[in-house]
């Protein structure tokens, strides 16, 4: 018998393995949801899938330990190459995983007219909280009060709330899940990646960094799951995100699920009626 | 053979589609946008991809995307957009991502005058990027060219893996002029790996590209803008990776020199004048060299179509018998700066410079500069 | 029946996140360093099958294997 | 080498009057060069339009003075003066007040206002050049049906042709090539 493996493994480049993340990093968690959902999925290798991610640690999370065509570009651009890799592929799946940093600071421009496109995307946004890879720094996620290197005497700039702001886009799919949520924020995966789903989906998952975030609050990694499953609360309707925000508690669920056609359905029927104008 | 009347920018929009372009990102911005008008109107119909990009950065990085892809992927821009650009660019190159990027200039710096023609992006096109890095820059003189040289940086995009520059200007790109058009237009596909073991970040002769494996093909490539070996594996700590990396990927271009450097040279061969010039301002220099020759003049004009990799042995050549250089440039003076170094020591380099408000460099101020002062 | 606990030494970085979510409390972290530095988790209690180490280990780490199977 | 340049401001389709010309002259069979210059905004400012055209490919299209040049309105004038200075055969609107040797006075926005073509100067002009025979008169109109407004254009040029018989020799002897 063979030593059973963990079964994230059959997605991963056993070459590059253990992970460059810190111990207890969630990074690996998302992962394991995002495999898991996958595998129910019954997708056996990635051949079909290109996972695009920007500067960061998250943005490690693909390449190089996703056995995928991966393209880890510029900090920030991810959402843009991703857009060109689908338009010119449009058979591809094509997967963003990215940081709150990454995706909203420097790349939110992408993000947003992404969203309002519904370009036929997968963004996952792991949000830790602050600018991990650089050491710690503020981030626009970062929640009020929060010390980092560059708020040392505690955060005074108010976080955006994205998964919030992009339910006012085009987006077809936005979904918030914390780490602790493993099974829901699974299912969110299998929704965004079965073969009906289409448009711009966005994932997500407040995953706080392990090391500026947790053990800044001199917590263990297991402390603080069991922290968010509690801090976490799930809504059922989108009017109740604020109601629960305002009691400190961090809204979860899927906040919106449409089915409207995608950016290169858009196109195509748009590519068609030049053809016909064309000819005339 | 088809013969229409264009401007320039019509003719790089008409040169990408002969040369197979199939996708195209771009930011409005004076005086690129008619390139980005046309191909909105012909890649739509003609099975291609075609975005108005949220701002330069997205449109170069879509670009890289796309290519990545397997389309053949371009995007046009002009100074400011060039300047955002700058950073995909220099993505494009660590990756060695085949793409076209038009730069019609326009006077700047920041947004200096939109509508204006100069040539001041020259030191920006070769060297804009951080780090150490090279790229072929080619720079047209007509919308002839402008059609002509857009079909060669695809060529020679796709043959070296690199991102190429088509330095136009604002005069060329709405001056309309006849242009011939080619009936077929031949380039080579891109070559994959044999299987997934051939590498595709290295190469054993640095003048040859590695091979490139198209996404969704199972090669399960690896793409990073970060150092990396030759099958895409991220290393940021070794010198030897670093090295090799870098070094490979200038020595690519810049040892393809004798392929890559065109240039024009007109007149004496032993002249004691010579006009060193580059796109636009070529038209009057070329003037300005009948001008002087029908004076009794011994002179002769070295018009630099590619402007990167510089080629110092033709260059040196060339000049070896001028006593008097003038440097015509729509700019305070970059060009200039080869003919410095590569000059004989006791020749007289006389700058004439002129940028903004659309007035171009006459011959005579050429002549004038030739002849002021010479014994 | 029963269900047992395989540990990739190569990849644990002992970070305790299965020692903390089992709920079964099966698990413990070893005395001993793994050849990476790092103290592995043993099982030491009896394991119900549930896999929450499995989903939460962030390292690949931990397969529960149950009737000489492992996960789906 | 000859050229045709025109002046004039902003919105007085000085841009599209160089096109039609460029367009006459390359289905004429010859090689065009045409530029242009104005500022950034699409209405009021100075505008220059003009053709170089030769029956090989043209060597130079930064010329500094034009074998023809129509001047539409003053304002077009000021940037140029010297290039004017310099040109065989200055053809001024009569309400351009400047005076120049070269320069002959054509009463063209008055005619477009008597005959109800107003805002058609730049087409009346191009009748103008037309009467000389350098532009075929039938090949302006056939480049003129491919644009907008062909009936009044039609209607402008007519005027231009008739108008331009005065000076067609004068014209012609700059043109020719």
């Known amino acids: 018998m063979s030593v059973a493996k963990h079964f994230s493994r059959k997605y991963l480049r056993e070459e590059v393995l253990p992970t460059p993340f810190c111990p207890g990093c969630f990074n690996g968690v998302v992962m394991n949801a995002m495999f898991k959902a996958m595998e129910e999925l019954g997708i056996e290798d990635l051949r079909n899938f290109v996972f695009v991610s920007g500067i960061g640690c998250s943005s490690w999370i693909p390449n190089p330990l996703i056995r995928a065509d991966s393209l880890h570009t510029l900090h920030g651009r991810a959402v843009a190459v991703a857009t060109g890799v689908k338009l010119a592929n449009p058979r591809l799946n094509v997967v963003v995983i990215g940081g709150d940093g990454d995706l909203v600071a420097i790349g939110g421009n992408h993000l947003l007219h992404a969203a309002r496109r519904n370009m036929d995307l997968l963004v996952v946004m792991v949000n830790n909280m602050v600018y991990a890879m650089t050491r710690g720094q503020l981030a626009p996620t970062t929640p009020l009060g929060f010390r980092t290197a560059t708020t040392p005497y505690g955060n005074f700039e108010p976080p955006i709330n994205v998964a919030k702001l992009l339910i006012n886009t085009n987006a077809n799919y936005v979904a918030r899940w914390c780490v602790s949520n493993f099974h829901k924020l699974k299912q969110s995966f299998k929704e965004a990646l079965s073969e009906v789903s289409k448009g711009f989906r966005f994932i997500e998952v407040v995953a706080p960094c392990i090391t500026y975030v947790v053990r800044y609050e001199g917590k263990t990694p297991g402390q603080k799951i069991k922290e968010l499953r509690e801090a976490c609360v799930e809504v059922k309707s989108i009017s109740e995100i604020d109601d629960v925000e305002r009691r400190g508690k961090i809204a979860v669920g899927v906040f919106k699920k449409e089915l409207k056609p995608g950016y290169v359905e858009l196109y195509e029927s748009y590519a068609s009626r030049a053809r016909e104008a064309s000819q005339k | 053979m088809v013969r229409a009347l264009l401007s320039g920018n019509e003719a790089v929009a008409e040169g990408a589609l002969a040369a197979g372009c199939n996708f195209f990102a771009g930011y409005p911005i004076t005086p690129s946008s008619e390139i980005m008008h046309y191909m909105a109107r012909e890649l739509p119909k003609r099975g291609g991809s075609f975005i108005q990009a949220e701002d330069e950065l997205a449109a170069i990085n879509m670009v890289i995307g796309a290519s990545w892809a397997g389309a053949r992927a371009m995007t046009a821009t002009s100074g400011p957009g060039f300047s955002l650009m700058q950073e995909g660019l220099g993505y494009a190159i660590m990756t060695e991502t085949p793409l076209v990027i038009v730069n019609v200039m326009r006077a700047g710096p920041a947004t200096g005058q939109a509508t204006k023609a100069a040539q001041g992006d020259l030191m920006q096109a070769r060297w804009g990027r951080h780090g150490d890095q090279m790229i072929p820059v080619l720079a047209p003189s007509s919308p002839q060219e402008a059609y002509d040289l857009t079909i060669e940086a695809f060529a020679i995009a796709e043959e070296l893996r690199t991102p190429v520059v088509v330095l136009s200007d604002e005069f060329i790109a709405h001056g309309r002029e006849v242009v011939e058009l080619r009936e077929k237009v031949e380039i080579p596909s891109r070559r994959k790996p044999r299987d997934p073991s051939e590498p595709p970040f290295g190469s054993p002769d640095p003048r040859i590209a590695p091979p490139m494996p198209p996404l969704g093909e199972g090669y399960y490539v690896i793409v990073t803008g970060s150092t990396h070996n030759e099958y895409g594996y991220r290393d940021v700590h070794s010198f030897e990776t670093h090295f090799r990396l870098v070094k490979r990927l200038v020595d690519k271009i810049r040892l393809n020199v004798d392929k890559l450097f065109r240039y024009e040279v007109l007149g004496d061969d032993d002249a004691e004048v010579a006009i060193v010039c580059f796109g636009s301002v070529s038209r009057s220099a070329k003037q300005a060299l009948r001008m002087l020759r029908s004076r009794g003049v011994r002179a002769k004009l070295l018009r630099l179509v590619t402007l990167w990799p510089m080629n110092d042995e033709v260059v040196r050549r060339e000049l070896r018998s001028a006593k008097t250089i003038v440097v015509p440039e729509m700019n305070l003076g970059q060009l200039i700066y080869d003919v410095q170094r590569l000059a004989r020591e006791d020749s007289r380099i006389v700058a004439v410079n002129k940028v903004g408000g659309g007035i171009p460099i006459y011959p005579s101020e050429i002549v004038e500069a030739a002849l002021g002062g010479s014994r | 029946m029963g269900c047992s606990i395989v540990v990739d030494s190569r990849l644990c970085k002992g970070c305790g996140i299965c020692v903390e979510l089992c709920p079964a409390r099966a698990l413990e972290l070893s005395k001993e360093l793994s050849p990476s530095g790092y103290r592995n988790p043993v099982q030491t209690g009896k394991c119900v099958g549930c896999r929450t180490c499995e989903m939460f280990c962030p390292d690949f780490a931990i397969a529960v294997v149950c009737n000489g199977k492992g996960s789906a | ?177």
């Not at chain 4, 003066?81 to 063209?108: C, Q, T, W, Y």
């Open chain 4, 1 to 177: 080498m000859r050229s045709i340049a025109f002046l004039g401001r902003g919105g007085q389709g000085i841009v599209f009057a160089g096109e039609v010309i460029a367009e006459t002259l390359f289905e004429q069979g010859l090689y065009v060069a045409q530029l242009q210059s104005y500022g950034a905004e699409v209405r009021g400012g100075s505008v220059l339009s003009y053709v170089v055209f030769d029956r090989d490919r043209v060597e130079n299209p930064f010329i500094e003075s034009f074998s023809l040049a129509i001047v539409l309105h003053e304002a077009g004038m000021r940037r140029w003066m010297k290039h004017l200075e310099g040109s065989d055969l200055v053809i001024l609107d009569e309400l351009v007040s400047a005076e120049l040797r070269n320069a002959v006075k054509l009463p063209i926005s008055r005619v477009c206002v008597e005959k109800g073509v107003l805002g058609r100067e730049n087409v009346v002009a191009i009748g103008v050049i037309a009467a000389s025979g350098v532009l075929d008169p039938s090949v302006v109109e056939r480049v003129l049906s491919r644009k907008r407004g062909f009936e009044k254009n039609i209607e402008a040029l007519k005027l231009g042709l008739e108008l331009g018989r005065d000076v067609a020799d004068r014209v012609a002897a700059v043109l020719r090539l």
